[in-house]
RNA sequence: GGUCCGUUCGUCUAGGGGUUAGGACGCAUCCCUUUCACGGAUGAAACACGGGUUCGAUUCCCGUACGGACUACCA
């Protein structure tokens, strides 16, 4: 029997969770409920400085929003917590100490200033990759070079230092990743990189390494920038004893620019005008807003099924799918390798197909909440009709109500261009003509009572209808295109119709 | 610069030693329709380049180009 599946999403709170960080969760989730496993959420907030208030609530919503709320998380606590890295500081140092004592790392009592001298040095020696090695190490600060006494005196008295990783000068580092297969490096393109920070915290190596053990991870699906960190990942799991144990890596392809190349940012945002952030985020110092697809428009389900298939296929021709589905069809085989370009056109068409999907009385709760914003009312009845002619041509759930203003407003001003080629004499006689028997009949107007009523008075001017059907589109909705006329004369209704073809009579000019 | 990763229509991708290289978004045309939209049909549109291997390569190998990530006491 094998064990359990558990993976993790493990986001830093530093601001707006990148959409890039919602799908690597959203593929950690897939997979974990495909095999049947748990879906952690640690929170990596190792470094104060960039710490972000908010951050961590805006994680949490995003991932609600989408309905793939974690089986353990720092607000919803399994038995490995806590499930802040922030919160388990205690923990690490034993295991940095381990290290220390088996000769896989060392104290570094460098300064800062020390460390910049030794990198300038070495780009002024002309030096491919200046970097604290196997090489370097040997003329810096560190309990390496230092006397033991003078090592002792230094962490006796307080003196601040970090402990690095002793990389081996001269050893391959491998790994199968289940998404790009054997990934190869040599020990000596490593650096000596910091494990234990000089304010007491780890760095993401270590925390990353320590945590993902004690929290029984199986398998760290992440993205792609981890990809040059993973030997180091690697050479720690071996150090730490853990190999056995080790968990199988699959890196993400990164989600790139629209337009060009490059990482998708923020400023693509700005640039293209659509969202890259799930939720709205106003920034706590700053105070700037990004926008985020959930207040843009964007349907939960669409957003989900979008962000599914950037970079991942179901392998056959389906689109369409749920999240229970998308659970069904996932695997880590089918990811791709390469990076994936955002076009929200192809979001935009999964909006559209969810939201007409939508029950009538669905969308209707839309329009009515729009509608409430402007203090308009209509009943229930009224607004499902509104949606189910509308639902057609919308995007976004706005659109519903930005579209069809029409249907509750009366126009205005009619659009010039069509008034112009449209609007003539027979228009006026036939809509004259409509308006009288209009005032004339007593029942409840219908669309077909409606077209059987404009038929009659077109052929009764001896007009044919099609010619004038646009001039009558103008005269009740003010504009040239719109959804089926006899549909919005009947929830229009009599009353409101006379009233609109007076005031068009009067206030339509013809060229 | 160095290390690592990648490269099929504009975009997301399927495929894989011999195919009319398939689908979707977008675009165009046509049909439906009183209009627009929806829907339907059709079309334009791709294997980065150069060498191998092979009877045959877009597919395998090697280079080149291009792109990307990483190169912090950030994750």
Redesign the pocket.
């Known amino acids: 029997m094998s064990k359990e599946v558990r993976v993790r999403f493990?986001?830093?709170p530093?601001g707006a969770l990148h959409i890039g960080g919602v799908r690597t969760a959203l593929y950690n989730y897939l997979f974990a409920r495909k095999k049947g496993g748990k879906f952690l959420l640690r929170i990596?907030?190792?470094?104060q400085?960039?710490f972000v208030p908010g951050a961590e609530d805006y994680i949490k919503s995003s991932l609600d929003w989408i309905g793939i709320a974690p089986d353990e998380s720092p607000w919803n606590p399994g038995d490995c917590g806590p499930y802040r890295?922030s919160e388990r500081k205690p923990m690490y140092m034993e295991y940095a100490r381990y290290l220390l004592e088996q000769g896989h790392a060392y104290y570094?009592?460098?300064?800062?200033e020390e460390?910049d001298a030794m990198?300038q040095r070495l780009t002024a020696a002309r030096v491919?990759?200046?970097?604290?090695n196997s090489i370097t190490r040997t003329q810096m600060k560190n309990s390496l070079t230092l006397p033991a006494d003078e090592v002792k005196a230094r962490l006796d008295s307080g003196d601040?230092?970090?402990i690095r990783i002793k990389i081996p000068r001269k050893e391959e580092v491998r790994l199968n990743d289940m998404v790009?297969?054997?990934?190869?490096?040599?020990s000596n393109?490593l650096?000596d990189?910091?494990l234990m920070?000089?304010?007491g915290?780890?760095?993401?190596?270590l925390?990353?390494i320590v945590d993902d053990h004690l929290m029984g991870i199986t398998h760290v699906i992440r993205g792609?920038?981890?990809?040059?960190?993973a030997p180091l990942h690697v050479l720690l799991y071996k150090y730490l004893g853990w190999e056995d144990s080790m968990p199988e890596f699959a890196?993400l392809?990164?989600l790139?620019k629209?337009d060009?190349?490059?990482?998708l940012s923020k400023r693509d945002a700005e640039k293209h005008g659509f969202p890259i952030f799930p939720l709205n985020w106003t920034d706590p110092i700053s105070g700037e807003l990004v926008d985020g697809f959930r207040e843009s428009g964007y349907l939960p389900e669409a957003f989900l099924n979008f962000l599914a298939?950037?970079?991942?296929?179901p392998?056959?021709?389906r689109?369409l799918f749920t999240l229970d589905e998308l659970v069904e069809a996932f695997s880590i085989e089918?990811i791709?390798?390469?990076?994936?370009?955002?076009?929200i056109?192809?979001a935009?068409?999964y909006n559209?197909?969810y939201l007409?999907n939508k029950s009538d009385k669905v969308l209707a709760e839309y329009l009515l909440a729009d509608l409430k914003k402007e203090n308009i009312s209509v009943s229930q009845e009224k607004a499902e009709k509104i949606v189910a002619v509308m639902k057609?041509?919308a995007t976004f759930p706005s659109d519903l109500w930005q579209e069809g203003r029409f249907m509750v407003f009366a126009p205005k001003k009619f659009d010039e261009q069509v008034a112009a080629k449209k609007w003539n004499q027979d228009a006026i006689k036939v809509l004259t003509t409509f308006r009288v028997k209009l005032a004339a009949i007593d029942a409840v107007l219908t669309a077909q009572l409606a077209?059987e009523m404009l038929g009659e008075a077109a052929a009764a001017e001896g007009i044919k209808?099609?010619k004038v059907?646009?001039a009558?589109?103008l005269a009740i909705t003010g504009v040239?295109?719109?959804?089926?006329?006899?549909q919005i004369f009947e929830i229009l209704g009599k009353e409101e119709l006379i009233k609109r073809i007076d005031f068009a009579l009067d206030n339509i000019v013809a060229s």
């Open positions: 493990a986001p830093s530093t990596e907030d190792t470094d400085n960039r890295q570094a009592f460098d300064t800062s460390l990198r491919v990759s200046p970097q604290y601040p230092y970090v790009r297969g054997w990934v190869m490096v040599h393109s650096d990189k910091v920070k000089s304010d915290m780890p760095t993401y190596h925390a990353n792609e920038e981890w990809l040059p960190s890196h392809p990164l790139l629209p060009g190349n490059g990482k298939f950037l970079g991942w296929n392998g056959d021709q689109e089918r791709g390798k390469s990076g994936t370009k955002f076009d056109n192809k935009k068409w559209e197909q007409r057609e041509r077209r209808l099609g059907m646009q009558v589109r040239g295109a719109g959804p089926d006329l006899m």
